[in-house]
């Protein structure tokens, strides 16, 4: 199992004076509905590059019930 939080490293370099470096996140569901995300720590902002904001989505769809996930650009 991976380790949830900070990651001590700037995976993609640092975006700005705000940016505190890599996160490990973990997406899961409860058996009543409810998606979570959990981050390890308190968050104000998160960026990604563009590919891994759509796989990020498509966890989340997924853990939210999704049985077919279709993007187009």
Request: net charge negative; charged share 25%.
């Given at each position: 199992?991976?380790?949830?939080?900070?990651?001590?490293?700037?995976?993609?370099?640092?975006?700005?004076?705000?940016?505190?470096?890599g996160?490990?996140?973990?997406?899961?569901?409860?058996?009543?509905?409810?998606?979570?995300?959990?981050?390890?720590?308190?968050?104000?902002?998160?960026?990604?590059?563009?590919?891994?904001?759509?796989?990020?989505?498509?966890?989340?769809?997924?853990?939210?019930?999704?049985?077919?996930?279709?993007?187009?650009?």
């Amino acid at each position: 199992m991976t380790k949830i939080g900070p990651t001590g490293d700037y995976p993609h370099g640092k975006l700005n004076d705000d940016d505190e470096g890599g996160l490990m996140t973990g997406v899961t569901h409860l058996d009543s509905g409810e998606v979570i995300i959990n981050f390890g720590k308190p968050v104000a902002w998160f960026g990604m590059p563009k590919e891994i904001a759509i796989d990020f989505a498509k966890l989340v769809l997924k853990h939210a019930g999704a049985k077919t996930i279709s993007i187009e650009f």
